[in-house]
């Protein structure tokens, strides 16, 4: 079947993304002056200060760069869709089927910014006490601005274990002619796998999470025949509902969205989950909204 053409489907746009010009402003804005900043931790530093001094610097000089990291990669959405997010699989019960791959760069772009300020805050407390004052603040060059230093590495230092750990206990899906699998470790403890039929599915609809870090970001909602199913995830799922966090994987989320739609709506092409080369076919909806494909809104019209 491989070669065959895949249907056109619908770009349904349950996720606006705002692509004026003025959206972009901030990320750009901050990616410049955090790499105009970088440079200020070795300059700053005396050339004959000693390695804590040296090794301090570096970490700020890497804490710059990380967060000029974090605000360039905001761009990426802007940029035209290269790598679909779509992996074809097998699974032992379900057979072929595609896989959500992780987006482990959403997981971890911060780790750099974090690794450098933790660098930085432990050798300024390490050059403190041996009586230093090169790289902690004037005003912050005494006891109290040490031992807060050494509290701010270490409280980074978790964050960075924290966030390296949270690629690992990412939910996995993956979807089958039969319906989808939802895998998520459970920290220290077993995988929990749960599954749901396409029949056991009333609609699809666009839903959002929000956290410390952003807020609505994409889940898909999965809206279960049975109304009274409890919560498998307490983050994402509600009473009868099963949710998917998109913002968490690597396909466009409207592109993943609107397939899946597709495929509830048309039983029959579902087969198409089983080709090899099914890829190609996110790809192509995900650039759906800048031509190919017609769009629509939820709850709306052709766009």
């Known amino acids: 079947m491989t070669g065959a053409t895949f249907p056109e489907v619908d770009w349904i746009e349950g996720w606006p993304r705002d692509r004026s010009k ?51 990669s905001m761009l990426r959405g802007y940029l035209p869709l290269r790598n679909a997010g779509i992996v074809p699989t097998i699974d032992d019960e379900h057979g072929a089927g595609i896989r959500l791959a992780v987006d482990h760069r959403e997981m971890t772009r911060l780790i750099p910014a ?24 004037m005003s912050r060059s005494n006891s109290g ?46 995988e929990k796998r749960e599954f749901v039929s396409w029949g056991d599915i009333t609609s699809l609809t666009p839903g959002t999470f929000s956290s410390g870090r952003a807020k609505n970001l994409p889940v898909l909602n999965i809206n279960l025949s ?45 087969d198409l989950l089983t080709r090899p080369d099914v890829p190609q076919w996110f790809l192509r909806v995900g650039r759906g909204d800048r031509g190919g494909y017609r769009a629509r809104k939820v709850g709306g019209g052709e766009a």
């Open 226 to 270: 049975d109304i009274s199913t409890p919560p498998g995830n307490r983050m994402f799922d509600q009473v009868g509902i099963l949710g998917i966090p998109l913002y968490t994987y690597r396909c466009d989320p409207n592109s993943a969205f609107s397939i899946l739609a597709y495929l509830h709506g048309n039983p029959k092409r579902r």
């Open 145 to 190: 601005g040490a031992t807060f230093a050494l509290i701010f590495a270490v409280v980074l230092a978790l964050a960075v274990l924290l966030f390296s750990l949270l690629g690992r206990w990412a939910i996995q899906v993956t979807v089958h002619p039969a319906g989808i699998v939802r895998r998520h470790s459970i920290p220290f403890g077993k």
């Open 114 to 137: 974090l690794v450098g300020m933790s660098v930085y805050g432990l050798c300024g407390w390490l050059d403190w006490r041996a009586g230093g004052d090169s790289l902690l603040p």
């Open 22 to 72: 003025s959206a972009m402003t901030l990320p750009i804005l901050m990616t410049v002056i955090f790499l105009a900043l970088a440079v200020t931790p070795i300059l700053g530093a005396p050339w004959d200060a000693g390695p804590v001094v040296s090794l301090g610097s570096v970490g700020g000089l890497l804490a710059f760069l990380g967060l000029a990291y974090f605000f360039a």
